[in-house]
C-alpha cells in the first residue's frame, strides 16, 4: 500500500487532483475526481471530506501527513480564502501559506494564495504555482509565460516574479458559444481543420472589430451552404485565439515565451503563436502545477527567516 | 367580440404575437404568448395549435381569415421554411410569402421569407419586415436601420432595397456572459449606470483587441473591491456595444440612421451613438413590424405583375 510522506493537491472548479509524494519528490501514486469546488456544498467540511475520499489510502494512522493544495480551493468559495499577493511578487512565498482548518488529525492542510493585480484589475488563482513549477526548473528565465484556459493568462516575468499580467476570457467564450449560444447546432469540436483555424486567427488579429459579426458568420454560413461543424469549430477558435493575440500583443511580441499547454490548448496556441511569428517553448501544465507544489513544501519547511 | 378581418403575427424564437387587424389596417386586439419556435415540438401541428390558442376568439365561423407572419416562424425549424432573397432586394416581395398547411379551414396562413447575403455570411428573418414597415412610412429613406437584439442587424438601404448588412451578437453574448458565465455573480442588469456604460464604449471602440482581457476585468474588480453589479453590468453592455460600434463602423459612419429599437435597447443604442457622434433617429419596433405586415397583405392582394 502506497503511504505518502506528503500530499500534492490541484483543486480547481471542476475537478480536484491529488499525488502522493515520496520524501525524494517523486510521485508514489496519483488520484483524481470530479469533486471540484464548483460542485461541492460550501464550508470546510465538504472539503475535508472530498479530499479524503481521495487520498485516505494514502495517510498513515498516528500520523500527521503535509497536504498542500493550490487553485480554487483558495477563493473565497473554497476551503479557506487564501488571499492574493498584488504585483510584483514572487510566484510563491512562505506567507502564500493559509492552514484550512481539519477534523481528521492525520491531515495537516495548506492552502496556496492566488496573485492579484490593481491596474487593470486582474486575478490568478493555480496558474502562480505552475509559474513557480517552471521557475523551479528554469531559475533565470525571463521573458512571458501563457497559460491556456478558461481565462488564460499572459504573464510578464521579471527578476524572477510576476511583474504584470493579463487575463482573457478565450476559454470561457469558446464554450459557451459552443454549447449555449445559436452556433451549438453548427459547431463540433471534435476535430481540427488547421487552415481554418489559422485563417481565422488572421482575421481577428488584423480586424479585431469585427469578432461578433464573424462569430454569427459561423452560423449563417451553416444555414446558407451547410459549413461542417468541425470546421466551424476550428474557425469559432481561431477566431476568439486572434482577438486574445491581438489583445495580448505587447506580452508575445519579441519576447520569449514560455507556454504552459497540453492536448488541444497546445496544439491551438502553438499553432497561433506561429502565425504570429513568436518564439516559444511548450511546458507540461501537470509538471510545472507539481515542481510548483514541491517548491511550495520547501517554503512551508524553510527556516523562518530564509524565504 | 372582436373579430379580424386578418391577422398579423410576429413569431420570433422566445414569443409569439398576434394582433387582431381591421379591414382599414387599425388594430381591434393583440395577444401574446411565450409559444415562441425554440419552444414549440417541430412539427407544423404545434405551430397551428400554438396559433389558434392564441387567436381563435378572432375568427368567424365559415370564413376564412388571412393570417401574415414573420420571423423565426420561417426558418427550417419553423412552421414551414420559408426560405432567404439574396441581397440586394426589397425588404418585401410577393415572392416572399410561402404558404403554410393548415387544418382549420378558418385559417389561411402565409410566411415571410427571410434575407440573405453570401459575402460575407449572414441571414436575417424578421427584421426585413420592420425595415419594411419603416420604408413604407418613409419610402425615401436612404441610409442605415440599425436593429438591435439577440443578433442586432446593421442594414445599408440603397434605392429603396436592403443592399448589405451585418449580424452582430451583441445581445447574445451579453445575455451568455450575464448568466452562465464566471461573471453571472458579479453583473447585475437590473439598472443602468450611463457613465460606466460610456468609459465602456470608448474602452472598446478605441481597443477592441482587448474585449476579451476587459470583461474579465470586470470579475477581478468585484473580487478585489467588491465592484457594484449594476455598474459592472453597464459596463458589460459598454464593452460589448464598443466593439460593435468598432466593427460596424462603415455603416454608421457618415450616414443617417434609423434606429428600431425601444426600452433598454433604445437606451443602450442611443447612448452609444450619441458617443461616436452619429446622427440617428429612434422608430418602435412594434410599429414598424406592424406597417411591414400591412405592407406585406398588400402584396398578398396586389394583382398579379404589379409587385
Chains 1, 2 share one sequence.
Not at 82 to 103: K, M
Not at 161 to 182: I, P
Not at 189 to 200: L, N, R
Request: charged share 20%; hydrophobic share 45%; net charge negative.
Amino acid at each position: 500500500m502506497t503511504k505518502a510522506d506528503w500530499i500534492a493537491v490541484d483543486w480547481g472548479t471542476s475537478t480536484l487532483r491529488a499525488w502522493a509524494m515520496g520524501r525524494d519528490g517523486t510521485v508514489l501514486a496519483e488520484a483524481t475526481s470530479d469533486q471540484g469546488m464548483g460542485g461541492l456544498p460550501p464550508g470546510p467540511d465538504s472539503f475535508e471530506a472530498a479530499l479524503l475520499a481521495l487520498v485516505s489510502p494514502w495517510l498513515t494512522r498516528g500520523a500527521v501527513t503535509e497536504v498542500l493544495a493550490c487553485g480554487m480551493v483558495g477563493s473565497r468559495q473554497g476551503w479557506v480564502e487564501a488571499g492574493y499577493r498584488r504585483v510584483p511578487t514572487a510566484a510563491l512565498a512562505a506567507e502564500a501559506l493559509t492552514p484550512a482548518r481539519t477534523h481528521d488529525p492525520r491531515l495537516k492542510v495548506h492552502v496556496l494564495s492566488g496573485i492579484s493585480q490593481h491596474n487593470p484589475w486582474d486575478v490568478m488563482r493555480g496558474e502562480e504555482t505552475q509559474i513557480a513549477g517552471l521557475l523551479a526548473a528554469q531559475p533565470k528565465f525571463e521573458g512571458v509565460v501563457a497559460l491556456p484556459g478558461t481565462h488564460t493568462k499572459w504573464v510578464q516575468i521579471l527578476d524572477g516574479e510576476v511583474f504584470h499580467f493579463a487575463s482573457f476570457m478565450t476559454g470561457e467564450l469558446f464554450a459557451l458559444l459552443s454549447n449555449h449560444s445559436v452556433l451549438r447546432h453548427s459547431v463540433d469540436a471534435k476535430g481540427f481543420a488547421k487552415d481554418s483555424f489559422i485563417a481565422a486567427v488572421e482575421d481577428t488579429l488584423s480586424r479585431p472589430e469585427r469578432v461578433a459579426a464573424q462569430i454569427f458568420g459561423l452560423r449563417a454560413e451553416h444555414l446558407l451552404k451547410g459549413e461542417d461543424p468541425v470546421i466551424a469549430a476550428s474557425r469559432l477558435s481561431g477566431l476568439l485565439l486572434g482577438l486574445e493575440l491581438a489583445g495580448a500583443k505587447p506580452y508575445w511580441l519579441g519576447q520569449p515565451i514560455a507556454l504552459v499547454a497540453s492536448g488541444q490548448h497546445a496544439t491551438c496556441y502553438s499553432t497561433a503563436l506561429e502565425v504570429v511569428g513568436a518564439s516559444f517553448e511548450v511546458f507540461n501544465p501537470d509538471d510545472c502545477v507539481l515542481s510548483g507544489l514541491r517548491a511550495a513544501r520547501l517554503h512551508a519547511h524553510a527556516p523562518k527567516g530564509t524565504t
